[in-house]
């Protein structure tokens, strides 16, 4: 089974910073990773997906990565606002049609 | 943008008692998901749909769990008798596509229900 970790926990920044977060996934063959932005008592908000033949995705500010062989993906924010503040989740699809989420790394920028 | 909607935003139900949730996926989606999170802990996978049926389950869906898409716009989460520990924030997803020839296609969710069995 899938077993998706997320670290750190929790990261705290003042404004601007650039800040990398790190999920890493047991199982390499997976189809795609997706990164995911939750707010305190609300739903997930997809932000990247990148397949498993990509490297990495970019959208505005988030650029993400993908490294299928050391089974790892970051997340890089770059000039941090505290609008970024919120939990960031990972999420890896294997060959069933579902997600496995890591736990999450909450984030916290402070102006 | 649409969005997946889901009601109610919090339930309260005494333990033994069924309950449902309610989604509407976003209309030109044809996989429906549910999944669920219990405080302080992961989102975990519960059950996939598609084309009226179930494609995929975990180990959680068990026989007090089911799901419907009643109509044409709703997706329906049904826990027969509820236990305390099915109080968890649930969500529901959709997606274009689910096959793994469309790897590229990201799931929506949706902003959850808080379920609370007391």
């Known amino acids: 089974k899938q077993e998706v970790t997320q670290i750190p926990a929790a990261l705290s920044v003042p404004e601007g910073e650039n800040l990398v977060l790190n999920c890493s996934f047991t199982?390499?063959?997976?189809?795609?990773l997706q990164w995911f932005r939750q707010d305190p008592g609300k739903g997930l908000t997809s932000l990247l997906l990148?397949?498993?033949?990509?490297r990495e995705q970019t959208s505005g500010r988030l650029n993400a990565s993908l490294d299928k062989s050391s089974g790892r993906s970051t997340l890089y924010i770059a000039a941090s606002q505290p609008g970024d503040s919120a939990t960031y989740l990972c999420?890896?699809?294997?060959?069933?049609?579902?997600?496995?989420f890591g736990t999450g790394t909450r984030l916290t920028v402070i102006p | 943008e649409p969005e997946v909607t889901q009601t109610p935003s919090h339930q309260v139900t005494q333990m033994g008692q069924e309950v449902i949730l309610r989604c509407v996926p976003i209309?030109?989606?044809?996989?429906f998901y549910w999944y669920r999170q219990i405080l302080g802990q992961k989102v975990e996978f519960l059950v996939s749909f598609y084309n009226n049926e179930i494609s995929e389950k975990s180990e959680i869906f068990d026989d007090q769990f089911s799901v419907e898409r009643p109509d044409g716009s709703n997706f329906t989460l049904k826990i027969r008798s509820t236990k305390l520990e099915d109080s968890a924030m649930y969500f529901c997803a959709s997606s274009v596509h689910g096959n793994l020839v469309y790897s590229n296609q990201p799931q929506h969710f949706g902003d959850g229900t808080r379920l609370s069995i007391l």
């Open positions: 990148i397949q498993s033949s990509q």
């Open positions: 999420a890896s699809r294997t060959g069933a049609n579902n997600l496995f």
């Open positions: 199982d390499s063959a997976i189809y795609n």
């Open positions: 209309s030109n989606h044809l996989y």
